[in-house]
């Protein structure tokens, strides 16, 4: 029977899994994982692989405590791996463990720098943890490791097809990006190190160069980011709308553009953005506490 390799058992967990078959394929990858076990085969990325994707089922069901087994294991045969990184985060998140939430999302930035979803969990978290520990919540993080340039990846990853938390692990290689793209993201980094030292007029040049040369939805969020500190409410409405455009279900574009259309006095749409973005995430503690401002209005 062609289902008695691990490699035939992993795909078969893969359909359950997109069929939305959560426990069927979890069983799936663990029959798979007992055999590569007991033939003794070291295998480590098929094994990492094989643990990422049933912490994925973990994290669908909500065993919480389970899927962060799994993406431990996965990350002790394969370091840095994005996607256990990237689930394990998920699911201190909902456990409430913000501070190692934090250490995993920023840890799988290091890995790949253009991940929304990791982008959107380290400003989750920094508000999260500033809301529990005020403003010396650095202080009391773990330490986030140093990844190895080895491990960081260099290529570009359309923000709708970023590897996600739930996602079933990608199997095609992608291709490195161009020189446009790379000067792209340079200028976006240089926009970034100038919103961090309170310059936003001049990061929103940056970020302007960067998107003339690729239009990605991070980019745009940055600068509308930038706008909402220079009170141009108008722009950053464009550039939210314009992320969302790439990313319909983008939190923080979907945040900005509410906190923007309050201070344009346009609440009904703020609301329905505020509505949208809790459809995603239900537990934001910014987006809540916005909507509260916002239905006392």
């Known amino acids: 029977m062609a289902a008695a390799c ?10 359950e899994f997109r069929r939305g078959q959560y426990g069927p394929a979890a069983a799936l990858y ?19 692989v094989l643990l990422a994707n049933r912490a994925a089922c973990h994290l669908k069901e909500g065993a919480c405590r389970l899927c962060v087994a799994d993406c431990t294991g ?4 394969v370091p840095f791996g994005i996607k256990p990184l990237l689930r394990r985060a998920a699911a201190y998140e909902a456990l409430e463990r913000y501070p190692l939430a934090y250490v995993d999302y920023k840890t799988a930035l290091q ?3 253009s991940v929304q979803a990791a982008h959107d969990g380290v400003n989750r978290m920094t508000k999260a943890l500033l809301e529990k520990d005020g403003v010396n919540w650095r202080q009391k993080l773990p330490p986030i490791p140093t990844v190895p ?8 990853v359309p923000s709708a097809a970023a590897p996600g938390a739930n996602t079933p692990p990608a199997t095609a290689p992608r291709g490195q990006p161009g020189e446009s793209v790379r000067r792209a993201r340079t200028l976006k980094e240089e926009g970034n190190e100038l919103v961090k ?15 003339k040369l690729n239009q990605e939805c991070a980019t745009y969020t940055n600068r509308a980011l930038c706008y909402l500190a220079l009170k141009q409410y108008k722009e950053a409405v464009q550039d939210c709308s314009e992320a969302l455009r790439l990313d319909p279900k983008n939190v923080k574009a979907l945040y900005r553009r509410a906190q923007a259309l309050k201070e344009l006095k346009d609440y009904k ?8 973005l809790l459809k995603t995430e239900p537990k934001n503690t ?8 916002l239905n006392r209005t």
Do not use: F, M
Not at 30 to 48: C, I, K, N, Y
Not at 199 to 211: F, G, I, Q, T, W
Not at 286 to 291: E, G, V
């Open 111 to 113: 890995v790949d720098c």
């Open 149 to 156: 340039i080895s491990a960081q990846t260099r290529w570009s």
């Open 6 to 15: 691990p490699s035939a058992l992993r795909r078969a967990g893969n359909e």
């Open 269 to 276: 749409s703020s609301i329905t953005d505020i509505k949208s």
């Open 286 to 293: 910014a987006a809540l506490r916005l909507l509260q401002e």
């Open 74 to 77: 996965a990350l002790d045969l």
């Open 30 to 48: 663990t029959r798979a994982l007992a055999l590569l076990e007991a033939a003794g085969d070291p295998a480590a990325e098929e094994r990492s």
């Open 197 to 211: 030292k309170g310059n936003h007029k001049k990061a929103v040049e940056k970020y302007s160069e960067s998107l």
